[in-house]
């Protein structure tokens, strides 16, 4: 199945703390994955992990339950994905510190980031998480515990005591915790190997890094997901982290959730590019050190931020994507053979024009939701600022005072209801379908972002234009009898 891939292991990355999909959906989009080329899974739960006693805090409204996580696992066992569970333990801590009851673990009181790692509760906390966690895991051969984007670590009160000291560093304070997370994790799981993303390490001194004891300990996912990505330059990151002792590296490309933190349709061009980049990094890193590709599909930038392209929107990026790895590019029979696979006569990875195409699980989502992303706000924009009737007869001076000429409501009233009658039937069936998909919450929060604003404007503009025609005088006002 691999063909000429130098990757062995290519995963599939599910970020579940936005807009988690449904079992039901899981079940439907494993055998395309597996058939697509991949044959494992970085479940990123954060939230929607059913954690129980004082964890139960940390669990989302719709989290999955124990039953859920062992159907998607059974799932993932019937189609060949090797599940890699990810917990996140030093940065990235959002969904846990931002608790009342654990908002004295944060490395800086006013952010909800970064676990403070000089108290003993942090790593109690994180072990208890990461126990939890592997109980429904048994046998995992990997388990990723995060550690990216740890911000504004140093800037706590006990680390800047801490870094007073001689030879107290930031990258030893780093260093020192995600080896304390990592020996923990292996003290309990010995055939279990921790794997952290590797952006806090790069900038450390080889010499530093060596001498840690961590490379011993971790495998890093290097991960970037530009499609520019400096081939030579991650060459030579490779080099450094085999010298520090590193005997596995990963990869880590993007089939969505890259391009920006309210990006709504899928820029497949930019995925593929930077999948490519990592076939040439591959090609001239050390020999047999990488042991797979994690093909990131993020859904949200942070815990707060607001949702990134829907996952069906992303699958045909994602089937580029790993047939491209597969296969070494991305040449017109691979294309050919993607088509095939998700049901599209002829697919464009250089715009976004695949509206009412594909047969794949979710292509009516992907169809919906470019239908309204390239023309709901556009078209009411068309009416409410360039229309001549609107602009000329009925613009912000006239509908605040509720004035208007009687025969400029026969011109602009028709156009709006219309307007409004069409797109309120498109997103009718954009909710059925994602509501198919997706738990209530995250229907409500993608609507509430990318349909609601539009609509809002236009009945806006309605409601003017009838108080406006029942103030305007009679065509007998003022007459004699």
């Known amino acids: 199945m691999s063909g000429s891939s130098p990757f062995k292991m290519r995963l599939v990355h599910l970020d579940l703390k936005g807009a988690p999909p449904k079992v039901s959906y899981l079940s439907e989009v494993f055998p395309l994955f597996h058939a697509l080329g991949a044959n494992g899974l970085l479940l990123e739960y954060e939230d929607m992990f059913p954690y129980e006693g004082h964890l139960r805090l940390l669990r989302a409204k719709h989290a999955y339950s124990p039953p859920e996580i062992k159907e998607i696992l059974h799932l993932a066992t019937l189609n060949e994905l090797e599940v890699i569970p990810l917990v996140q333990t030093f940065g990235h801590m959002e969904f846990v510190l931002k608790h009342e009851a654990l908002a004295h673990l944060r490395e800086v009181a006013l952010f909800p980031n970064t676990l403070n790692p000089h108290e003993a509760e942090s790593l109690a906390l994180v072990g208890a998480m990461i126990s939890q966690v592997m109980e429904l895991h048994p046998g995992a051969r990997w388990l990723h515990v995060g550690c990216d984007e740890v911000y504004y670590l140093g800037e706590g009160e006990a680390s800047r005591r801490w870094l007073q000291q001689e030879h107290n560093t930031k990258a030893r304070l780093c260093l020192s915790h995600m080896k304390a997370v990592a020996c923990h994790v292996l003290a309990r799981h010995p055939a279990t190997r921790p794997l952290v993303w590797d952006d806090m390490l790069r900038a ?100 707060f931020s607001v949702l990134c392209e829907l996952l069906p929107v992303g699958i045909p990026s994602l089937a580029v994507c790993l047939q491209s790895l597969l296969h070494g590019g991305f040449a017109e029979d691979v294309k050919a053979r993607v088509e095939n696979f998700l049901g599209i006569s002829n697919l464009e990875t250089t715009d976004f024009t695949g509206e009412g195409a594909g047969s794949f699980p979710g292509s009516d989502i992907l169809a919906l939701v470019t239908h309204v992303s390239l023309h709901l706000r556009s078209s009411v924009d068309a009416l409410l600022e360039r229309d001549r009737y609107v602009t000329g007869w009925f613009g912000p001076y006239h509908r605040r005072r509720k004035l208007i000429h009687p025969v400029m409501v026969q011109h602009i009233q028709p156009p709006a209801l219309s307007l409004l009658a069409r797109w309120s039937t498109v997103v009718q069936e954009l909710e059925a379908a994602l509501r198919r998909v997706f738990y209530p919450d995250a229907v409500e929060e993608w609507l509430e972002e990318n349909v609601r604003p539009s609509l809002q404007r236009l009945q806006a503009l309605l409601q003017d234009l009838r108080e406006a025609a029942s103030a305007s005088p009679s065509p007998q006002a003022g007459r004699d009898p």
């Open 204 to 303: 450390i001194p080889e010499d530093q890094l060596a001498a840690s004891g961590v490379p011993q300990l971790v495998e890093p996912v290097l991960w970037d997901y530009g499609a520019d990505l400096d081939v030579h330059g991650k060459a030579l990151l490779m080099e450094k982290y085999r010298k520090c002792g590193f005997l596995r590296l990963w990869a880590a490309s993007a089939f969505k959730g890259a391009t920006g933190a309210s990006q709504a349709l899928t820029p497949i061009e930019h995925h593929l590019r930077n999948n490519v980049q990592w076939l040439r990094v591959a090609a001239r890193g050390p020999a047999d050190m990488l042991q797979g590709i994690v093909l990131t599909g993020w859904q949200r930038y942070d815990h």
